[in-house]
């Protein structure tokens, strides 16, 4: 250890401690604590992390809509998420008359585990990873799709029309939106060759000069991006297409008949999804932990890692700021008309960037098919036949 | 736009027998109307909307109004015979009394329109109609048919005054729940005694509250 | 293109959130009860009585005319005219309010009360704060609570009141111009000496 | 300009629009939307009929804030109804003012002078458009835009209320208008801070745009749903920029020329459509025509009185008869009939709420449409219940 510089040792630390801690432990158990650490870590790393976000979120758009955004709780309103939190558990917990008392409970509970598991694959930092998994991005979407069924669950136990209908836009929603979201992510999975994402990062690693090798710079990599953001946007069920608990509405959406900390439930997992797409996203495109240019590899990778995540975030809250909701139809015709195609053919783009080897060639041809093939899709396919720009007359 | 005149002359020439009688307004406003037959209504109705010329297409507004029996006392000199004594004698003589005399006038219900053309751009043209009395002939022709505007005023017409209109596609209560019995507009409608606490309280508001004195609760002496 | 509307609406936004910290133009927000802005000169919320004087109670310039009673929309007003008379500010004898309660959760600061009010007696208050947790007691002003001397009518309202104290000046002077004249007169009659007038007429309406 | 072709016939019994069919097989679902829902602006109810998501059926229902307003004015003198109409429309509370100053001006002939004439359009259409802003405001909220529109608009209104205040001594419930005139007349800093506002507006009506306007979900969301045909517009006494927004030209203070309105410049812009979009693009495009009427009207306002001089406040009683006056408010034709019998208190004293009137083709537009569509199609009718109801 002695050999290590001072950035190396910050990089590691929370390895270095993790070793410390197990050295006072048998070996035989020295795994079971390294992994028990690593999940406490977890949990309360990111719940931490939600309750920053909201008081965040809240002051973002606040700011967005000139006005301040909470600042009474705590300094500058900081402690608003521990007001939030001990209201939500002081509240009474409602459970309808007539509801599925056992299925409205464990609903909230499933979101959350399900939630979590896919944490268990996310590399925050340098050799930070709790389970290196060699089908590890398979595993996340796995996870990430078993949170349909306590989202039914929920939308279904309550009894509740509007929770009904939220359940069945959102179930209809998360199906078709996944996949684009595994398509697009496949791109990745063809240039790097691997399903871990340890590797997935290490295959960004290089610089040319000082400029990085994201997958994110390339033509594909930016056009798989983008359908991946538009895709996790619809997973994690953030505006604009938050139309399962569309407030305007359906009141609530699938989780109206929930109060208290059961409804906290939801809004945690909601945010929770949220950071763990964003590190997904982060890990595919942006290179994972390491550094957006050369020299700036003296800051720690997990401060890398947890910059870009909350780079993601403004971009959520900027966007929730900006535009309404799409409606039911509408997005499902974006999924399946406009998003599928284009990751498809973003596949097809990769395969060509790989064939076409080294060269200027292959950066002028990919970026000329999918610029194409977008003002194509988006003029002639979305844009004319549903709406236009309009004029208007006058009458004197 | 034609005058009042004008327009009642095209309605009898158009309509026969629409027995269509001018309603003058003494006010500033001089907005004249027309008292429509409610046999002929209807047909009036569709004439005024149909017509090129009037193309009154555009109903505004609906309006119920509520006359009340009215007691008429009129002075009238009345020359009576009288017979008095007079020192013992009597005696016939005529004499001139002046007199009161009361008559009621029946009330009635009243709905009006306010017509406008929105293709002429002209109006408006205020046409009513009156129902028979307040009790039982309160049934007027529903103008919804030809203005679909007028759905929801004559539902309103119909919650608050009582007015029914036949043909009306869908003639339920509006404002208030369909529950309710009465039709508060009208002029003799009697406030439930939903008395509340009033610091301040007037009049009739006063007299509630010395009646419910004896409860406990009121105040003012 | 597809995703140009989009675009535009976010720079706005993102022109919005930036602003927002160099601004006041893009932060609105007056954090109330630290910051508070100045309220305009016309702003109005509930009526107040005006007295002239140290005494309130003797200085009311409130006839008890009941006006005011009659024409307040919600009736949110109670006036009790009292039997007796009593001297007002500039001497003469009228009768008074015995009772003046304005019930201020009914009261919807219309100022009809002070446009009609032939006295300048009754006026409109600017304080808000008048939050209380008992519904019926906190919430009935009575001619106590509700008397405001004259100057701080001239504190809330400078420009309204000075108008209004000219012109109060003007008629007085002139009713006891007239009483005095109408005194001389009966004087020089040898006849009883009475004053002129019951009281003022002075014209309706608020200031123009 | 364009001249609507009138429907002249309809069949008997027609009532309803054709209702759609089912689709497939089950149950069909009955929910009502209200009278507690984030989004029906106050309490009011729809009972919605769905198949799946599709709207089979939709009633309206309300009377939740019914308080009758037009009975509580039989009661009380004239003057005493004007704080009143303030809160029939809360948001217009200076153009109810007007509609029935007019009205009862109309009653007892009387007219109110130049420089009062003047502050009433000026009030008004300072109104409007802080009416229409908010109530596209209302309208991307409803369509999920976190309040980002709703907010800027208020920001706008905010200064406009100021300016009302200032003037008036309240911000909502104004109060100001009188038979002959206006309450209190006004002074120069008044005016200035007026042409301060109003010289700003158009900056804000171009970031509005620039927000909105060309936005592909904004486009997306309303082109095309919840279209009123125009016949169908005219028929059903729909008024104000949703009449307009299905091409009818019919714009009052072009027809009646109320108020000193001729002396102005002004265009009605008119949609081709008749959806929510036309009807959106409609209300910014009345904004700009309104901050042009402001921008005239500022420029020479008159000397002199702003009270008829022989005007009477108290004991006002007008001689018997009967007026009914309306004006352009910015939610449609707001009336006033007043019917006088010589006494203090009017003998019937109606308001036609174009509110309540604009929601008669509620159902017809959201028929065959989804639940996310209604209630953009309710928000675009834009209505205030305290109107609905009175």
């Known amino acids: 250890m002695s050999g290590m510089n001072v950035p190396a040792t910050i990089d590691q630390i929370f390895i270095l401690f993790t070793d410390w801690v197990a050295h006072f432990f048998p070996a035989a158990i020295r795994p079971i604590v390294g992994v028990v650490l690593g999940v406490i870590g977890i949990i309360s790393v990111f719940p931490g992390l939600f309750a920053l976000t909201t008081v965040f979120e809240r002051k973002g758009l606040g700011r967005m809509q000139n006005r301040y955004g909470p600042n009474r709780v705590g300094p500058f309103g900081f402690f608003q998420p521990v007001a939030d939190g001990i209201k939500a558990l002081t509240k009474e917990d409602v459970v309808p008359f007539r509801a599925d008392g056992v299925l409205h409970f464990l609903a909230p509970v499933v979101l959350l585990a399900a939630v979590f598991m896919g944490f268990a694959i996310l590399p925050v930092g340098r050799n930070m990873v709790l389970v290196d998994m060699d089908a590890g991005l398979l595993f996340f979407f796995a996870m990430g799709a078993s949170t349909e069924l306590s989202v039914f669950m929920a939308g279904w136990s309550s009894r509740n029309k509007y929770s009904l209908l939220g359940a069945m836009r959102a179930v209809a929603q998360m199906i078709s939106y996944e996949i684009p979201l595994l398509l697009s992510s496949v791109v990745v999975i063809m240039v790097a060759g691997t399903l871990s994402l340890p590797k997935i990062v290490e295959a960004q690693a290089g610089y040319t000069g000082i400029w990085p090798h994201w997958y994110v710079f390339t033509p594909w990599g930016l056009a798989a991006f983008l359908m991946f953001g538009i895709a996790a946007t619809s997973e994690t069920n953030r505006s604009p297409f938050d139309l399962p608990e569309g407030e305007s509405e359906l009141v609530a959406g699938y989780f109206t008949e929930y109060s208290g900390f059961k409804f906290a439930i939801f809004f945690i997992a909601e945010y929770l999804a949220m950071f763990s797409m964003s590190g997904i996203a982060t890990t595919l495109f942006l290179g994972g932990w390491s550094a957006p240019l050369s020299f700036l590899n003296v800051l720690p990778s997990w401060f890398w890692f947890f910059s870009k995540v909350m780079c993601f975030i403004f971009i959520f809250i900027w966007v929730r700021g900006t535009l309404p909701r799409l409606r039911q139809d509408q997005l499902m015709n974006f999924a399946w008309k406009f998003v599928l195609p284009f990751t498809l053919l973003d596949l097809f783009v990769t395969a060509l960037w790989r064939f076409m080897g080294e060269g200027w060639a292959r950066w002028i041809v990919c970026s000329a098919i999918l610029i194409a093939a977008y003002v194509a899709m988006g003029r002639v396919g979305m844009f004319r036949k549903n709406f236009a720009h309009r004029r208007y007359r006058y009458a004197e | 736009m034609k005058t009042v005149e004008e327009i009642r002359a095209a309605i009898e020439a158009a309509v026969p027998g629409a027995g269509v009688t001018i309603v003058p307004n003494p006010g500033p406003a001089a907005q004249h109307s027309l008292l429509l037959a409610k046999e002929t209504a209807v047909a009036v109705a569709k004439f005024l909307h149909n017509d090129p010329e009037l193309a009154f297409d555009f109903c505004s507004n609906v309006t119920g109004v509520d006359w009340l029996d009215k007691e008429i006392a009129e002075k009238v000199k009345v020359t009576k015979t009288v017979t008095r004594t007079v020192d013992g004698v009597e005696q016939q003589a005529e004499e001139t009394v002046e007199e009161t005399r009361k008559h009621v006038e029946p009330g009635h219900l009243e709905v009006v329109y306010h017509l406008y053309s929105m293709a002429k751009k002209h109006g408006p043209l205020v046409v009513r109609m009156r129902t028979g009395n307040r009790t039982d002939q309160v049934e007027l022709p529903s103008f919804t048919p030809i203005w679909r505007g007028a759905e929801f005023q004559e539902r309103e017409v119909f919650d608050l005054y009582g007015i029914v209109f036949t043909g009306h596609p869908d003639l339920r209560r509006i404002l208030m729940w369909d529950e309710f019995k009465d039709h508060p507009m009208r002029k003799d409608y009697v406030e439930p005694d939903d008395f509340e606490y009033e610091p301040t309280a007037h009049d009739a508001v006063l007299k509630r509250a010395q009646e419910h004195k004896g409860k406990g609760i009121g105040n003012r002496e | 293109m597809l995703g140009e509307g989009i675009i535009k609406g976010m720079l706005e936004t993102a022109k919005n959130f930036a602003g927002s910290y160099v601004s006041k133009e893009r932060l609105t927000t007056v954090q109330y009860p630290e910051e508070r802005e100045a309220l305009p000169e016309a702003s109005r919320n509930f009526p107040i009585l005006i007295y002239d004087g140290p005494e309130w109670e003797a200085g009311l310039r409130c006839v008890a005319c009941q006006i005011c009673e009659k024409e307040c929309p919600p009736k949110c007003i109670l006036i009790e005219k009292s039997a007796d008379k009593k001297p007002d500010a500039v001497g003469k004898p009228q009768f008074y309010p015995t009772r003046f309660d304005i019930d201020i959760a009914v009261c919807m600061s219309c100022q009809i009360c002070v446009e009609v009010c032939p006295f300048e007696a009754i006026k409109m208050d600017k304080e808000f704060e008048l939050a209380t947790d008992d519904r019926f007691g906190g919430l009935l002003h009575d001619r106590h609570q509700l008397a405001k001397s004259n100057e701080y009518y001239h504190q809330i309202h400078p420009v309204e009141a000075a108008e209004v104290d000219a012109r109060l000046a003007e008629e007085r002077a002139a009713a006891a111009a007239k009483s005095k004249a109408a005194a001389e007169a009966a004087a020089a009659k040898a006849a009883a000496a009475k004053a002129g007038a019951e009281k003022p007429a002075p014209p309706a309406g608020g200031g123009a | ?390």
């Open chain 4, 1 to 390: 300009m364009s001249v609507v072709e009138t429907k002249t016939e309809r069949a008997e019994g027609w009532n309803r629009p054709p209702q759609p069919a089912p689709e497939g097989e089950g149950e069909l679902l009955e929910i009502a939307m209200g009278p507690h829902h984030p989004s029906t602006h106050g309490v009011f109810r729809m009972d919605v009929v769905l198949d799946g998501e599709r709207v089979m059926k939709l009633k309206p229902v309300f009377g939740y804030l019914h308080r009758n307003h037009e009975q509580l004015g039989e009661t009380m003198s004239y003057l005493a109804i004007m704080p009143y109409t303030d809160r029939l429309d809360y948001f217009c509370s200076l153009s109810n003012n007007w509609g029935y100053a007019l009205a009862v001006e109309k009653l007892a002939g009387q007219e109110a002078p130049e420089r009062a004439q003047y502050l009433r359009v000026i009030l008004a259409e300072l109104t409007r458009i802080q009416n229409h802003a908010s109530s596209i405001g209302f309208l991307l909220q409803e369509m999920g835009a976190s309040g980002t529109p709703l907010m800027y608009a208020f920001r706008e209104r905010e200064k406009i209320l100021d300016l009302f205040e200032s003037l008036t001594g309240s911000r909502m419930m104004c109060n100001y208008m009188r038979f002959g005139g206006c309450r209190v007349g006004v002074n120069d800093a008044w005016l200035n801070a007026t042409r301060k506002v109003v010289a700003g507006l158009p900056k804000f009506v171009d970031e509005f745009e620039a927000l909105l306007t060309g936005n592909e979900i904004l486009m997306a969301r309303t082109q095309g749903v919840g279209v009123l045909k125009p016949e169908l517009a005219v028929n059903a006494s729909i008024t104000g920029p949703m009449l307009r927004a299905s091409g009818v030209d019919y714009d009052i203070r072009k027809v009646d020329r109320y108020g000193i309105y001729d002396r102005f410049q002004f265009r009605v812009p008119l949609g081709d459509h008749g959806d929510i979009y036309d009807r959106y693009m409609v209300r910014v495009l009345e904004m700009r025509e309104s901050i042009h009427i402001l921008e005239q009207a500022l420029k020479d306002v008159p000397g002199g009185p702003v009270m008829d001089p022989k005007a009477k406040i108290r004991g006002f009683r007008p001689k018997p008869g009967e007026a009914y006056a309306r004006i352009e408010a910015p939610k449609g034709e707001l009336g006033f009939y007043v019917i006088s019998d010589g006494s203090p208190n009017p003998y019937r004293y109606r308001v036609r709420p174009p509110s309540m009137i604009n929601l008669t083709v509620l159902e017809d537009m959201c028929l065959g449409h989804n639940v996310a569509d209604v209630v953009l199609i309710f928000g675009s009718v834009d209505i205030v219940l305290g109107e609905v109801d009175r």
